[in-house]
């Protein structure tokens, strides 16, 4: 698979501060409610769910009544979507068909073996490059699990940097400091692509963390690391499960 030609692609609209929507087939969206909510907290993007493998493309009633809403609002909508791989030329047709609707940019969340992904380094590159060519001059991020020593050791980062153009780390610090967590995932991403990591908004307790919403402090911290070290944005997964006191820390960061 060859690499992509050389393109210029602005990265304005997932840059600064975000949150993450999971929308699921004929889920309902207050779409006057989540633009004001979001412009309100300062925030620049929001990352919708508009389909998967499984589910197949669900979002284009959404994202042609989100889009126009949220750009008079000054906010800019990234799709996102869940590949398992399984084949990799339908599911990028789900990409063309977010695009088409409207999508800003492009956000697959590839996955391993564990969530039902059939993941190499050969599905993943000709996945990615259908997307790539179907996403023009918008941006293609690939949303993957932060690098540390058990990700590293199999996953396709480098297979992958040819084809987008930023890297969503998923920066769940569950028992550990949000920042060094913060700072792993972005130093090591960076020197592929620009990263814009995804801060944790939700109970990890369920799935061996420690129980209850982070703390402020631990929102703050995140943010404040990923802003430091050069990532071009932040945001947080996601908007259901978050708390009003999370959202107001990613709102009072000077991002």
Known sequence: ??????????????????????????????????????RSAGL?????????????????????????????????????????????SADAKRAAMAFAAGADAFSPDIEAAAEGTYLSARRVRYYLSLVRRVAGNRPVVATVP????????FYPYAAESPFVDAFAPMVYWACNEPGSATREAVEYLARFRPVV?????????????????????????????????????????????GGSTQLAALTAYPW
């Not at 949150?19 to 889920?27: A, F, H, R, S, Y």
């Not at 508009?50 to 009633?61: A, E, I, L, S, V």
């Not at 932060?146 to 050791?153: H, Q």
């Open 197 to 241: 990591p995804i801060g944790q908004d939700f109970n990890m307790g369920p799935i061996g963390g420690p129980p209850g919403l982070p703390t402020p402090l631990e929102i703050w911290s995140f943010v404040d690391v990923a802003h430091r070290l050069g990532a071009i944005g932040a945001s947080l997964y996601d908007l259901e499960s």
């Open 44 to 88: 620049h993007t929001l990352w919708v769910r508009t389909g998967g493998t499984t589910d197949g493309f669900y979002g284009g009633r959404l994202l042609r009544e989100l889009v126009p809403a949220a750009h008079a609002a000054g906010l800019s909508v990234v799709a996102w979507d869940f590949p398992t791989l399984s084949n990799p």
């Open 1 to 38: 698979m060859q690499s992509p030609k050389a393109r210029h692609v602005s990265l304005a609209s997932i840059s600064g501060k975000g949150i993450w929507l999971t929308v699921w087939p004929g889920g309902n969206v207050n779409v006057g409610a989540v633009v004001s909510l979001a």
């Open 146 to 153: 932060a690098p540390d020593s058990y990700w590293l050791g």
